[in-house]
């Protein structure tokens, strides 16, 4: 089994949704969504129900623990990714975030919030929401990959992505910035960084070609080789097929790299064997949900929290 590591939580939070549809509000910038003409939208949001339903006990098969939440309202098409409104930190941290596009704003859930502070150790919770009025934005861990061990945010510049929050993020939660830019095979700016980069504990993946400042590639590749890890790079054609967009867990057996099959089916097998020198693979089918313009990644807000117990509740 493989040492625990603070990069790879052992507990995530996931939203099932009822009403399932790519955001036609966050189309313009959002280069990666897609559109599905041959299937109504019932059966959209049907397929997607059942893709989150399968992604969910796939991964507590695995040993990890799921909070499965369900969402009903038709008004948040983004909800199944919740790991832009909040994210969680070791020592107890919580961190609400600013949303770019209103609707997304709806997607943010008091009772997440409450179940992590029953049933785990929170300590404080910091709500940048109100940043919004300022159209100050920061979609969490879609626009910052975070170094939980270097301590290191990685943040592609993009309309969800502002710099005065990202520093206020970096003060309170002890992170380091590295901020550069990052376009997809048309020249668009990439929206969020996670589907550019995964940072696992002993490998990183990364669309470095995607990067078009060769001086700030060089950087990041080596701020990511100095911490020990191998850094898999990725063509721009991976990171269209969301190769990127996949995170390191803590399973029952060992460490695992949830990512979906249509990411898995773009990795060159030597690039397979080398994140399975340290984490398993474990792809799952979310077809319909990439629609949206997001994958497994985007689907899992990770708990870097600890446990309550009975004693200390």
């Not at 929401?129 to 100050?136: M, Q, V, W, Y």
């Not at 400042?213 to 590749?221: A, H, K, L, M, T």
């Amino acid at each position: 089994m493989s040492r625990l590591s603070v990069q790879a939580p052992r507990a995530v939070v996931m939203i099932r949704p009822h009403h399932f549809t790519p955001n036609p509000v966050t189309a313009d910038d959002n280069a990666f969504q897609a559109r599905d003409e041959k299937r109504k939208p019932d059966d959209l949001a049907a397929v997607a129900y059942q893709e989150v339903t399968r992604m969910a006990q796939g991964l507590a098969n695995a040993g990890i623990t799921v909070h499965l939440y369900d969402d009903e309202s038709t008004a948040t098409p983004d909800s199944v990714f919740p790991n832009n409104w909040f994210s969680t930190h070791s020592g107890g941290h919580v961190a609400i975030y600013p949303m770019y596009s209103e609707n997304r704003r709806h997607e943010r859930r008091p009772d997440i919030i409450e179940m992590l502070k029953a049933e785990y150790r929170v300590q404080d919770v910091i709500d940048y929401s109100g940043l919004e009025k300022d159209r100050i934005f920061l979609e969490g861990t879609g626009a910052m990959v975070l170094d939980h061990i270097a301590r290191v945010a990685y943040v592609v510049r993009s309309n969800r992505a502002n710099e005065v929050a990202l520093e206020r993020f970096c003060t309170h939660f002890n992170f380091e910035p590295m901020i550069f830019d990052a376009v997809d095979r048309r020249g668009k700016p990439i929206y969020h960084t996670n589907v550019l980069m995964c940072v696992g504990t002993d490998f990183a993946l990364l669309g470095a070609q995607s990067i078009p400042d060769s001086g700030r590639r060089r950087e990041i590749v080596a701020r990511l080789e100095e911490t020990g890890r191998q850094v898999v790079a990725l063509s721009i054609e991976q990171i269209a097929n969301f190769a990127g967009n996949a995170i390191e867990l803590e399973g029952r057996d060992g460490r695992i790299v949830a990512l979906s099959a249509r990411a898995h089916a773009a990795l060159q097998p030597e690039q397979k064997s080398a994140i399975e020198q340290s984490a398993k693979l474990l792809p799952f089918d979310v077809s319909t949900i990439e629609l949206a313009g997001g994958s497994v990644r985007c689907m899992l807000a990770g708990i870097h929290l600890a446990r309550r117990t009975p004693q200390t509740a």
